[in-house]
């Protein structure tokens, strides 16, 4: 009955630290249930945390974000704000 208590209260465990990487912690808490707690707590911690990714950079090394860049209206690339053209696509863009 203990080992049960312990498997349990091990596998709620993993589905908060889960739930605290951006993971799914019912999820987790069922992987961790049905296989193990120690495999569910390893793959926790080798999956990187969600919504933590590295930032994306432009080919200047400049960040990508709103204010710095837009989509070009036709091939949708992500290009400058004071872009002349298209990078894919060589469409004459407005700089903004």
Known sequence: MEI???WL???????VIASSRGRSGFAWFLIA?????LIGLILV???PKLGQAAAAVDETGQKITADSHVRCPD?????RKDARKGKHCGTALIPQ
């Open 4 to 6: 049960f208590l312990g």
């Open 9 to 15: 209260v091990c596998s709620i465990v993993i589905g």
């Open 33 to 37: 249930a049905l296989l193990s707690p």
């Open 45 to 47: 911690l080798v999956f």
């Open 75 to 79: 091939c949708r690339e992500l290009v």
